[in-house]
Nanobody
Framework: QAQLVESGGGLVQAGGSLRLSCAAS????????VGWFRQAPGKEREFVAT????????DYADSVKGRFTISRDNAKNTVYLQMNSLEAEDTAVYYC????????????????????WGQGTQVTVSS
């Protein structure tokens, strides 16, 4: 099964940027649609962004549109989440997830659609 490892989280001031990475081992990530989700303390997990196998399909939560960009480098078996103009409300643990058995263009915005999850990386935005 695919193992996913997130990295790149940390503490940043409001208005700053971070780039999260989701690296896969054990499987070829290009065979999976990938999503980013986040969970803030006391809140439900929420969708952030998703990208299809061929990068032709992408979607974002309204709260991050125009600020976050999801991308993938299949040669490096890695998916990225570039986060700009960070706000205190973006503070959360960020998780990447992979959905198997998908078409090249498939994206998914619901957590229950995903088969594999990483352990998460903390993002803290100070105001």
């Amino acid at each position: 099964q695919a193992q996913l490892v997130e990295s790149g989280g940390g503490l940043v001031q409001a208005g700053g940027s971070l780039r999260l990475s989701c690296a896969a081992s054990g499987r070829t990530l290009s065979n999976y649609a990938v999503g980013w989700f986040r969970q803030a303390p006391g809140k439900e997990r929420e969708f952030v962004a998703t990208i299809s196998r061929n990068s032709g399909g992408r979607d974002y939560a309204d709260s991050v549109k125009g600020r976050f960009t999801i991308s993938r480098d299949n040669a490096k078996n890695t998916v990225y989440l570039q986060m700009n103009s960070l706000e205190a409300e973006d503070t959360a643990v960020y998780y990447c997830a992979a959905k198997a058995k998908v078409l090249l263009i498939t994206i998914a915005t619901r957590g229950r659609e995903y088969d594999y999850w990483g352990q998460g990386t903390q993002v803290t935005v100070s105001s």
